[in-house]
């Protein structure tokens, strides 16, 4: 069975840090392009970071310089490094593994 699990979310107070990871089961048969979108309440699924088979990477405006996608040591895993988090960050965060569906995805909430 194909699934995404996402892990690592919580609940982190603004400027905290947060590493959420995702881990695709199944058998990955070479490098595949990976990503993290989320989605907050009421909004539509956001690309938030994202990165190539051959691993650039690419972010959205508003996580430039405080988010960092990374793969893990095995195929199947991507992680994402978040620093500074604002309030705004808050929201369901969904990996993105291509020929995968979506995962549950890990709430994130940025509250004092």
């Known amino acids: 069975q194909v699934q995404l699990v996402e892990s690592g979310g919580g609940l982190v107070q603004p400027g905290g840090s947060l590493r959420i990871s995702c881990v695709a089961s199944g058998t990955i048969f070479s490098i595949v392009p990976m990503g993290w979108y989320r989605q907050a309440p009421g909004k539509q699924r956001d690309l938030v970071a994202s990165?190539?088979?051959?691993?650039?990477?690419n972010y959205a405006d508003s996580v430039k310089g405080r988010f960092t996608i990374s793969r893990g040591d095995t195929r199947n895993t991507v992680h994402l490094q978040m620093n500074s988090l604002k309030p705004e960050d808050t929201a369901v965060y969904y990996c993105?593994?291509?020929?995968?569906?979506w995962g549950q995805g890990t709430q994130v909430t940025v509250s004092s």
């Open positions: 993105y593994v291509q020929g995968f569906p």
């Open positions: 990165i190539t088979s051959g691993g650039i990477t």
